[in-house]
Structure formats: structure tokens, C-alpha cells
């Protein structure tokens, strides 16, 4: 059985950039978060789930 799923953009919440794109699981409650590098703050910074 094939697991659904979505894709989803990662985006900046310094700078409101879309850095990243990943997917995750359709019917999954939770928002992504996770600690990136942003080439526009030239820094690590944590990166929120925003649909695409």
C-alpha cells in the first residue's frame, strides 16, 4: 500500500522566504518546523510549513 502524500513549502520566519520544498503525509496534524540555513539571512534559522 503507497502512502500519501504532499508536498509543502518551507519558509523563512525571519524573512518570509520559501527556502525549502519536502513532503509529508497527507492526513498528518502536525506543522513542520525545523532549523535550516537561509542563504538570504546567511544564517540558521527555524523554517515553518506553508502549503504550496
Same mark, same amino acid.
Given at each position: 500500500? $503507497?502512502?500519501k502524500e504532499r508536498y509543502v513549502y518551507l519558509v523563512c520566519t525571519k524573512c518570509s522566504n #520559501?527556502?525549502?520544498t519536502?513532503?509529508?503525509r497527507l492526513k498528518a496534524a502536525y506543522k513542520l518546523e525545523?532549523?535550516?540555513y537561509c542563504r538570504f539571512c546567511r544564517n540558521?534559522?527555524?523554517h515553518k510549513? #506553508? $502549503?504550496l
Open positions: 500500500m $503507497k502512502i #520559501r527556502n525549502y519536502t513532503h509529508k525545523k532549523k535550516k540558521h534559522t527555524s510549513e #506553508r $502549503k
